[in-house]
């Protein structure tokens, strides 16, 4: 195959090497500064600034024009954009991030080394150009849209897994500079590319090779077989690399063994290219054959031919190092010129079947040359070996350590306002949930939030291009049924509810049942609380609303003689919580159905020997619950949601005892993080407790639950539900949710 048609066929594995200028930084070892010559394309954009290097992303002239003037934002030479100075800081949706140092350039932008400023963790900011001469107004509007609706997927179902891509952190376009920003965490991002290895090292042994390929294609398995979530809301089944090159996989490694990880999806980076280019749509298979050129080329050491200074061609026998019989035979299916494989699940079975040869030399990277050439006496090797298995395990620990960080989860993360969420589709919507479910009194409950404003006004107020309107119905059914019909955009529930297939989440809030007893300094000597010991069991409760326990002495000798009398809200949906999470059995059940039945809206016992549930709004019963025990010597009970009942001091909320489990209490005191106790004066200590956010996140608290947004799969469909979701997690939403009585997702 000739080169123009190779080089057609897979644009970006031809970059111009003979114009390559290396330049090396030795500032953050063991990674090597990225230096890919330009690629098709973007040569045809850059040539219109007449570049001295003819590629102003690597030009010495835009990081001397800082030098002159710190301030330039335009090289001296060309006008092109100049680098960024250090100290620079980029306000992104998910914090604020400041840039340490310039490092180089890679695939379609430039380098920098920098530290987010909230928590100053290590990131690298990779910059993208929509250069003047080459994107006018609207094109540079519509890619800037693009990038921030496009730039960075995850797991749909919010999973963090290390499958080793490296997915952003945050997605920036700017909006005054002809610049766009994507940020990752950590410094994954600075380590070589398969490029610069060559560059430096030459070709890999035929067992390396291997291992690239196992763990390429492991992670072209997961990439695509799986669900992912891009920021634009949308689900998609799948996602095809389509910008697989050299230049798009690096290289983590010590003496012991090495990491290949893949970057720079084309679903982001192919927004850079000339505004006139062939649009391409990037496929599966073709992932399958741009790595049998990457296996092809590291094999070979080279990508021309040093004599011919032709493009090494994988179909001439001539350009083939000595390599085993069946490891050619596999990449040469990878690169279509014999029986192609059907996907990378098929192309990974068949390479495990091929046994690797013995590593008889161990890949390593530095960043000089001839470090690799130099002599070491057996000494050395066992101090060098020690020093290796030392750094493998700093390796391991860190790699632990990144993809178990709480912080790190994407649903730990918060944008600061309701008018900063992105990708938000300007409309007028209709969603949906429950009469009598939490969402709807938290929404409409007047001044929860201010004075005479509910949480609806506020969302409205900011977000005034986008009108939703709530249209509750009596059942959790009808309303998925609606979503799923199309006649609801989305609905708000909880998740204690299972959902068809088709229907996807996001939690934004929490919520859970509380139990309580009459909180009273009137009649200390029966004090409830205190002769609970501030809890209660979900056994005990069970028996408590099945009739099984008709005075509180039955639990033991040592409580109040005192009858019981049992309440329960109105609310459908904490009834049915309660049935699923303390009756949990259809017996009991079925007798706490009869209870609720007998009692035909009686306020009073008639007959001790009886007992019957009543059904009540909350505050009457927080009124009637506390009234009994101080008039009626009644020890009375019961359950609402923490929503309507923190915040009161009438009752206390008991801690809740799960099998052989501790008690947990849903309160804490906010000066010790220590749970409330029947000693804590819950009236005149207002303002010093507040929800414990860890037990409902962690799911401990046996009776909390995530508050979500329920929305279609159908990618067809306006992402609304997702975006709404992704309002109600702002930081502002959070602090509205939290004073209307929801639990928010984590602590500010």
Known sequence: MVYAQIKAKLPGLFPKEQKLEVAETGSIPPAVTVETPISPGLDTVYR?????????????????????DPTAKKCVKCSFPAILPPKTEIRGYRGRYRIDSFLGQRGMGRLYEGIQVADQQPVV????????????????????????????????????????????????ADPVEERCYLITGGNQDTYPTLRTYLTHHGAMSETEVYHVLNQVLQTLQ?????????????????????????DSLLLIANQQEFFTHVCDLAVWESL?????????????????????????????????????????????????????TEFKAFILRLLKLDKPFVNAEEARQALIQITPVSLNQVLVITTKPEESKKQFKPIYWLLLSILGLIFLGSIIWLIIRIFNKPEAAPQDIMVCCLKDVPGV?????????????????????????????????????????????????????????????????????????????????????????????????YKREQNLPKALNGQISIEQLRDL????????????????????????????????????????????????????????????????????????????MLR???????????????????????????VYPLAVVAGNKQAVQSLVQNDTNKAIDPNTDLCNDKGSYSPNIQVFKTGSYPLSYPIVVIYPGDNSRPAIGQKFADMLKTEEAQNLLQQAGLVPLQKK
């Open 48 to 68: 219109r600034y007449q570049c001295l290097s003819e590629n102003p992303l690597t030009c010495v002239w835009t990081q001397k024009t800082l030098e002159t």
């Open 425 to 521: 589709p300007p409309g007028t919507y209709t969603y949906t949930g429950e009469k009598s479910g939490t969402w709807s009194y938290i929404l409409q409950q007047s001044n929860l939030i201010l004075q005479d404003k509910t949480l609806e006004d506020k969302l409205k107020e900011n977000q005034p291009k986008l009108e939703i309107y709530y249209q509750p119905e009596e059942e959790l059914k009808q309303a998925i049924a609606k979503v799923q019909s199309g006649k609801s955009d989305f609905a708000v529930t909880n998740l204690v509810n299972q959902f068809p297939d088709q229907i996807r989440y996001k939690e934004f809030a929490y919520d859970g049942l509380v139990v309580f007893v009459a909180f009273s300094y």
């Open 222 to 246: 997961f990439l695509h077989g799986q669900k992912f979530s891009l920021p634009s809301g949308q689900v998609q089944q799948g996602i095809a690399h389509g910008n697989l090159s050299l």
């Open 624 to 650: 009637r619950v506390l009234q009994e025990f101080e008039k009626e010597d009644i020890g009375s009970i019961g359950f609402a949601t923490l929503s309507q009942v923190f915040g009161q001091c009438s």
């Open 272 to 324: 850079f290219l000339l505004p006139n280019s062939q649009p391409v749509t990037p496929t599966f298979d073709e992932d399958l054959q741009y790595l049998g050129y990457v296996a092809f080329y590291l094999l070979s050491g080279a990508t021309v031919d040093s004599v011919s200074n032709q493009p090494l061609d994988p179909k001439l026998e001539q350009h083939w190092p000595s390599v085993r």
């Open 545 to 620: 609303y099945t009739g099984k326990i008709k005075n509180w002495n039955q639990i033991n000798s040592k409580l109040p003689n005192l009858p019981v009398k049992l309440y329960m809200p109105m609310e459908e949906e904490a009834e049915n919580i309660f049935k699923e999470r303390v009756l949990k059995d259809h017996n009991a059940i079925s007798t706490f159905t009869k209870l609720q039945q007998q009692n035909q809206q009686q306020d009073t016992f008639t007959d001790n020997s009886s007992i019957k549930i009543t059904r009540l709004p909350t505050l009457e």
């Open 125 to 172: 900011i990779k910059e993208y150009l929509l250069p003047q001469r080459a994107f006018n107004l609207e094109e540079t509007r519509d890619r800037k849209q693009a990038f921030e609706r496009l730039a960075g997927l995850s797991l749909a179902d919010g999973r963090v897994q290390d499958i080793r891509l490296i997915l952003p952190w945050d997605a920036i």
